[in-house]
């Protein structure tokens, strides 16, 4: 079980960045996909998912109308393009393989996790 994000960097307050991970295929054909992120001294939080057809998507209120999931299934790879990013946005990014195929929203719906890519923000 692999999973491969990248993409990360330290970026200015209004800026944009785009997420990848990769995934493999034995683990991600038929389920939902999801980022997760962690800030300093924060708990571990939803971002976005995406069923894995593409077609239902889930964000944290956080990041609605800022930040797009979306994947592409023939590369095995969700992508989150995150704009008008904000300092509070500076976190550890991770990509996860959900249980099912839905486009979940909790910590315990996910199976496994990428090693994460560091985001920061500054103002």
């Known amino acids: 079980v692999q999973l491969q994000a990248s993409g990360g960097g330290l970026v200015q307050a209004g800026d944009s960045l785009r997420l990848s991970c990769t995934t493999s295929?034995?683990?991600?054909?038929?389920?939902?996909l999801g980022w997760f992120r962690q800030g300093p001294g924060k708990e571990r939080e939803f971002v976005a998912a995406i069923g894995w057809r593409g077609g239902i998507t889930n964000y944290a209120d956080s990041v609605k109308g800022r930040f797009t999931i979306s994947r592409d299934n023939a590369k095995n790879t969700v992508y989150l393009q995150m704009n008008s990013l904000k300092p509070d946005d500076t976190a550890v990014y991770y990509c996860?393989?959900?249980?099912?195929?839905?486009?979940?929203?909790?910590?315990?719906?996910?199976?496994?996790w990428g090693q994460g890519t560091q985001v920061t923000v500054s103002s």
């Open positions: 996860a393989v959900a249980r099912s195929s839905g486009a979940a929203s909790r910590h315990e719906d996910y199976q496994y």
């Open positions: 295929r034995r683990t991600s054909s038929n389920n939902g």
